[in-house]
Structure formats: C-alpha cells, structure tokens
C-alpha cells in the first residue's frame, strides 16, 4: 500500500478546531457575563456548523488512518496508527458529537465528559510518546507538548460545561442562575414572619401588615452576578483552546518544511 502523507493536513484541521474552541469559548463567556442566555445558545450553535465540518473530516481520516497505516514492523512504522490517530479519532468523534448537542439545544455536560475522558487519554498517549525508545517523531518535545496542550483543554472543558448548562437551565426558565445560597436566607426570613403571624394580639391594638414575603427564586431584576470561581472555569478552556491552537501552527510550522523537502527529493 501506498504511504500517503497527510500530516500537514491533519496539524490544520487540530489548529481550527482549537481556535474555533477558544474563540466561541470567550464568546460564550462574554455573553453569560452579559446575562444574554440568546446570546450563549446563538454562539453554542453557530460552533457546531464548522466544527461539525471539521469533526467529519478529521474522524474521516482518522479511521482511515487506524486501518491503512499498519506498516510491516520491517518498515519501523508499526505503531504509528495507535499513537497518532487514537487521538484524533476521539477528537473527530468529541467535534461530531458537539455539533449534534449544539444544534439540537441538549445539555453540554455529557459532550465535556467525553472531552474530559478524551483529554485524560491524549496526554497520557503523548507521555508514552515521549518517553518512548526510540521516539516515536523526530520532534519528541514538541509532539508531547501538543499532545499535552490539547489534552488540558480536554480537562477543562467538563467543567466549563456544567457551568453553562447550570446558567443556560436557570436563565431560560426564568430563575436567576448562580444565586445560591438565597434560597435559605430567603426561607429564614419566612420564618420571621410566620413566627410573628402567631403571636398573640391584645384587643384593640392594631395588627400591624406582615412584610412582604422574600422570595430567591425568581431573584429580583439586576441581582444577576457571575462569580469568580465560574467565569474561573469557563475562561480555562478557551484559554487551553487557545495555547493547543498555537502548539498546533507550532507544530505546522516545524514539520511542514521536512515533510515537503523529503517530497520534494522524491520527485521525478
């Protein structure tokens, strides 16, 4: 079988999908700290078209990769589909399965677990990788922090889910998303009032007009707040998106002139 070599192409399909993460994960950021829940589901669905596009092509290659590269061991590439194309066959399966829950409006949650799982698995993928011997790439370093860059933003994004979805199911049913806590001091203050409804009055005295009820849930309007500790864990993922992005053009950067000078010297 002919070596068909599509590395170029597969170092740009993992810088897109890692500068689409990190952009739409900003956006997403923004618009929660805006309190804008159409804005959140605008971006969210906007994502899933070019990395639904992205996620096909790349899972596409990657299971092309997992049957056709099994080289005789004699070539000394037996090995390469494991070490390569495990990884982006889980990415192209986690970008497939984004685009599926974004446009269908489902919970985030269970695709951030995948990327969770995913990410745990890709770095561990690119530690063996770099302590391989004899390394697996003439770029030992570099593929280890690529694989380590993506796998952190696979970490990241579980939390930053949960998050969303927690402001998402809130928001859009009229509660206000990150009040916790008020649920109890409003139920104290109830306790005040119904304490004081049974108090005996003495004739003649008027009674006075109870307060009014607090009620935490719908909060009052403007009593929105986004936490440090929850734009904390949105912000990590873009932010992961973002460094993957740049080891990924990185990456393209250092292997691209091999590549294509060894193509080059094989030309007729």
Do not use: C
């Not at 740009?12 to 618009?31: I, Q, S």
């Not at 269908?104 to 951030?112: A, T």
């Not at 696979?154 to 889910?161: N, S």
């Not at 649920?183 to 005996?200: F, K, M, S, T, Y």
């Amino acid at each position: 079988m002919a070596f068909l070599d599509d590395l170029a192409l597969i170092e740009v399909l993992l810088a897109l999908a890692a500068a689409l993460f990190a952009y739409g994960g900003v956006r997403v950021w923004y618009a929660i700290r805006s309190n804008d829940p159409a804005s959140v589901r605008g971006v969210l669905r906007g994502l899933g078209v070019p990395l639904g596009a992205v996620g096909v092509l790349t899972l596409t290659i990657a299971v092309w990769g997992e049957t056709a590269w099994p080289f005789p061991a004699a070539d000394g590439m037996a090995g390469y589909n494991i070490f390569f194309f495990d990884p982006l066959a889980l990415l192209g399966l986690l970008l497939v399965a984004y685009a599926l829950v974004a446009t269908l409006s489902l919970k985030l949650e269970y695709v951030g677990l995948l990327a969770f799982v995913s990410g745990a698995v890709t770095m561990f993928y690119g530690w063996t990788g770099y302590t391989a011997s004899p390394a697996f790439t003439k770029d030992p370093l570099e593929t280890f922090l690529l694989y380590l860059a993506f796998g952190a933003a696979g970490l990241t994004a579980f939390p930053a889910t949960v998050v969303v979805d927690h402001y998402l199911g809130r928001a859009e049913s009229g509660r206000t998303p990150f009040a916790f806590g008020q649920a109890r001091r409003a139920g104290a203050g109830l306790r005040r009032v119904n304490a004081r409804a049974a108090q005996p009055v003495a004739p003649g005295v008027a009674v006075p007009a109870p307060a009014a009820s607090v009620s935490a849930d719908p909060a009052p309007e403007g009593s929105f707040r986004f936490p440090a500790w929850a734009q904390t864990l949105v912000l990590l993922f873009p932010l992961f998106a973002a460094i993957a992005a740049i080891a990924a053009f990185a990456y393209f950067g250092v292997t691209l002139p091999g590549h294509l000078g060894a193509g080059a010297a094989g030309a007729p």
